[in-house]
């Protein structure tokens, strides 16, 4: 994807998790540890189908501290394990594409998060929620990593 043609229509965030590449995409392909980041702060999400490969459904409700649920759909276009994963959020009234890269640096992990929506204008009606919710998304990601707590095998 041309990332000049679709600057107006993206939202774009990085972080650096103190982690190995493959602790960071653990927390991204293991359903339940997922499921305790997904999302802004204060949201928890109940997951229907996780099928993580490429092709593969992911199937959520995503529930809002005010009791409101949002139901999602998403297909995992491609996977590429500890590098690279593209989600297709699969919605006509809130469709965009998801390609979140992770890169190997000095103190860990660096997470790249490219949010790409059909329109500038769908992205510009949801700026004031989506920028924030992302950035709480890679807090939430990085404290997961980093929780000693037990861990799926």
Known sequence: MNVAATRDREFVHSRVI??????????L?????LAKWWGPNGFSSTFQVFD???????VFVLHAPDGTNHPNENVFVDIVPSRRVVIEHLS???????????EAVDGGTR?????????AEHRNQIAH????ANEQNLDRWAAEVNDPGPRET
Do not use: K, M, N, Y
């Open 18 to 27: 103190e982690a190995t590449p493959e602790r960071v995409f653990a927390a």
């Open 29 to 33: 392909s293991t359903a339940s540890r």
């Open 52 to 58: 993580f490969h490429p092709g593969g459904r992911w």
């Open 92 to 102: 006509e009234t809130h469709h965009f594409l998801l390609t979140i890269t992770l």
């Open 111 to 119: 997470v790249g998060w490219r949010q790409v929506f059909d329109t």
């Open 129 to 132: 929620v989506v920028a924030d």
